[in-house]
T-cell receptor, first 114, second 115 residues
Framework: GAGVSQSPRYKVAKRGQDVALRCDPISGHVSLFWYQQALGQGPEFLTYFQNEAQLDKSGLPSDRFFAERPEGSVSTLKIQRTQQEDSAVYLC????????????FGPGTRLLVL | KQEVTQIPAALSVPEGENLVLNCSFTDSAIYNLQWFRQDPGKGLTSLLLIQSSQREQTSGRLNASLDKSSGRSTLYIAASQPGDSATYLCAVKKGSGAGSYQLTFGKGTKLSVIP
């Protein structure tokens, strides 16, 4: 595709609900990243995939957060039993293979937990 | 742990002025540094990327410099325009080891250019 796409763009959840956020990376991009951006803050790293392998999940804040990329393309970030502190914008980025490559970001999913 | 600080947090300038945004980082062992632009409700757009071996990069009216040893970078915007109004984020990539693919961001500088 032309760029990284994310869906839904907005999600309102009641506390305790499970949510699933989707990311469609740029076609052919090997690397995929998830970041969390709280209001007034910079994005913070959550997890990194290389193809279908999750190589780094050190940024996931708790075991309620789970990410997958089963076929090495589309990725889903799942949050179980959502809490108010999970309210944030969740950004997905993709890049070609290699640390020198620029990460291209999607528009984000804004999650509000009531 | 790497920490990235951006000063000022917000800046308002009249159209046509030149301006400088500042970024500092605590660990000088970086692989590269990027400046991004973020518009409300949108994702991040990469503006300039400076490798650790480089001193500066230029694109149009934008110039970014890097002083790795002192842990500082500046983004210079010449002849500012209302369309430049956005939040500007600085991000560094770790030099090596665990976590070397992830970006560490500052909180950003919110720029308003007044017509």
């Amino acid at each position: 595709g032309a760029g990284v796409s994310q869906s839904p763009r907005y999600k309102v959840a009641k506390r305790g609900q499970d949510v699933a956020l989707r990311c469609d990376p740029i076609s052919g991009h090997v690397s995929l990243f998830w970041y969390q951006q709280a209001l007034g803050q910079g994005p913070e790293f959550l997890t990194y995939f290389q193809n279908e392998a999750q190589l780094d999940k050190s940024g996931l804040p708790s075991d309620r957060f789970f990410a997958e990329r089963p076929e090495g393309s589309v990725s889903t970030l799942k949050i179980q039993r959502t809490q108010q502190e999970d309210s944030a914008v969740y950004l997905c980025a993709s890049s070609s293979y290699g640390r020198q490559e620029t990460q291209y970001f999607g528009p984000g999913t804004r999650l509000l937990v009531l | 742990k790497q920490e990235v600080t951006q000063i000022p947090a917000a800046l308002s300038v009249p159209e046509g002025e030149n301006l400088v945004l500042n970024c500092s980082f605590t660990d000088s062992a970086i692989y590269n540094l990027q400046w991004f632009r973020q518009d409300p409700g949108k994702g991040l757009t990469s503006l300039l990327l400076i490798q650790s071996s480089q001193r500066e990069q230029t694109s149009g009216r934008l110039n970014a410099s890097l002083d790795k040893s002192s842990g500082r970078s500046t983004l210079y915007i010449a002849a500012s325009q209302p369309g430049d109004s956005a939040t500007y984020l600085c991000a560094v990539k770790k030099g090596s080891g665990a976590g070397s693919y992830q970006l560490t961001f500052g909180k950003g500088t919110k720029l308003s250019v007044i017509p």
